[in-house]
């Protein structure tokens, strides 16, 4: 046996080219058997069928068994094979057996038996649109063919993992999708302009079979002749211990043939920019999409990822299979966080591959435009938020598959104790866009409410025992006092958010609702509330305070009480002073159905909001304290842990706000306990420190009587 490679310089297309002699091996007619083995179909009992007709009975035939292995065809007029030929992309299986006498009749001759193997890159198959990319599937035909080299490199061999390794990758790769019918049609249209630059006449024939059983897809071709035609050459052989001298047919073939050929080959799949740049962007939407379902079951450090994936779990079905298509009523509720989950990932840890998923999505989509015979029947963004459906989907169903295994006591205390301000304030908007119910999403918004309450009490008691700091000179002892109950106020509402209002007594709802219009700021009091009474009330405590500013001389306590310089404190107080008036003049209007006099005024206020920081600026100082006392007082979360040589070793946590560690769901689900047990402690105290808040509050309002 003789090899010739050629096309090692050039990657995508590799040709190897082997011949036979008559006298090198047992029968020829056994490599059609070679090429086609268990492919061919009978549509009753084919595969019985098959193996007892096709049995290999020479070396020879063992080539068609071979090449006929990879492809079924299925004919309901004939049994049909893998084979290709010039004439034919399935041959018969009689046609077969005709081949097999040509076979048997060239050997007969002494003629020899050429076997070139046209090996093709992966991508190369991809970028000519032969071969449809499917990452995933890639990704694992890759993997399971280095488990086969590796299998094969063991010493000492085993034999049955070698089998088995190898089973595996083919079965891997047989679930490609190839349009072979390009690859018959290339060989088709080049092997007789090879053979005839050869000096090969009419006396040759020829077959070939696709194989996709390895990484590499490749095509086995075979050819020989019924004449002899090649130049007869002297060759010394052994047969029996004896050296003889006998005649064969040449075997080498010339080299520039088979770099034309190959070259042919190349350009006959070669396809037009176009087509090729639009297979280049398929392949980007694929790699995008792949990487971000790659990443979705990683390791990684998110408090909010790791509650919905808890809440889910705590929430599964007892029974039956989970899809994220299913409308099961059990499921709702889980799917609602797990709808969640998928939002917060890709707007968060899969970010990046997401947004590059979605451009390159709107980029391929494009192409496709001149399909639509009208523009308005084209809707680009419509068309690529059906694909990110599609894709989120996928990453749901994904985190099914990774979470089915595990469960949660339902019993276990509520780990949302766990979320910030900022995080509560998102869970609310993600489950606003779910099915889930109006009671789950309600008990969020209350925890919303209280955890912004906290951080305000916490606040405002900073602030006032900020003010027992500053002397108590005539100056300035006005604003002080006034700060003061201010203040007090500010506490007590807060208390008051903190508690449920089913817990609330009716002088204590009252009281909340009194509070709450006496501290709002103008900007947030309702038209149908500015009344004279209410104005005329709002605007004395406004002169009042405004008063007590113009005389403190101590501009260190204006900048603790209001943040800002006296100057700026004053401007504050003369713009909620003119949106009481404003809103005054619209609520007389509403009344005497004078609407229309109102725009000037709702434009001025426009205008008025618009220049407005206060606010904003006490928002965000209420939010950024809420970051960071909240944490400070939470529990202890839940343990992190760092995978290495495929075990969980637990970690000490540390401090979030000093180091950035990552955590697993997987194992925050399986150890999770200690933490809630940490959190039910937290539920506890807090309820004794709110009803402490409560009787404090009842005292407060007796001494006041």
Known sequence: MRNKKVGSDSPEIIVTFKFETATSVEKFARYVDYSDREAAVLIDYAEEALNNHLEASSDFEKMISYMRRDTAVVNEDERRTSLF???????????????????????????????????????????????????????????????????????????????????????????????????????????????????????????GSVHLNTKHIHVHLSFSETKTSRKMLEVQKEINGKTITLKEPRGKLKEKNIVRFKSNIFHFLEIDEEKEFKILKEVEVGKHRQAILDQVTDIYDSTLLNFYLEETVRRFPKEGKLNYSSNRKDFREAKAYLTAFVEEYVRTIGKTEYEAFTRSTRDQLEDYRHVY????????????????????????????????????????????????????????????????????????????????AEAEEQYFRRKLRGLDHFEDMESNVGLKNFSKRKFEHHIQLAQLKQMSSRDLSEFEKEKKKRLKSELETARHLSIDQASDQRIEKRLRKLVEEEQLIKKTRDKTLIQFIYDTGKKEALASIAKEKKILQIKNKIYHNNLLKNKKDNIPLLKELKMIYGEEESVKLFKKKIKQFSKQQIKLKRPQRHQRFYRKNKKYIKKRLLPRSRFKTKRSFKKALQNGHEAFQSMTSLSNHELKRAQQKKRQSDEEEEKGR
């Open 373 to 452: 015979s009208k523009k308005e029947q084209f809707d680009l963004e419509k068309l690529v938020e059906k694909r990110q459906k599609t894709l989120k989907t996928a990453l749901a169903n994904r985190m099914l598959k990774e979470l089915k295994n595990y469960s949660l006591n339902q019993s276990e205390a509520i780990t949302s104790d766990f979320l910030n301000s900022k995080e509560l304030e998102q869970v609310v908007e993600d489950l606003k866009q779910t099915k889930i119910s109006s009671k789950e999403l309600g008990r969020y918004k209350g925890l919303v409410e209280r955890s912004y």
């Open 85 to 207: 030929t010039e004439t034919s992309n399935n041959i018969s299986v009689n046609e077969m057996e005709e081949l097999k006498e040509k076979l048997n009749e060239a050997q007969l001759l002494g003629n020899n038996l050429w076997n070139p193997v046209v090996s093709f890159d992966i991508a190369y198959l991809i970028r000519v649109g032969i071969l449809e990319y499917n990452p995933e599937l890639e990704a694992n035909i890759d993997r399971l063919d280095k488990v086969f080299k590796a299998a094969e490199k063991e010493k000492p061999k085993n034999p049955k993992k070698i089998y088995q390794a190898k089973k595996a990758l083919e079965l891997e790769a047989r679930k490609r999708i190839v349009h072979q019918d390009k690859l018959k049609a290339a060989m088709q249209e080049n092997m007789g302009k090879f053979l005839k630059a050869e000096g090969f006449d009419e006396n040759t024939f020829w077959w």
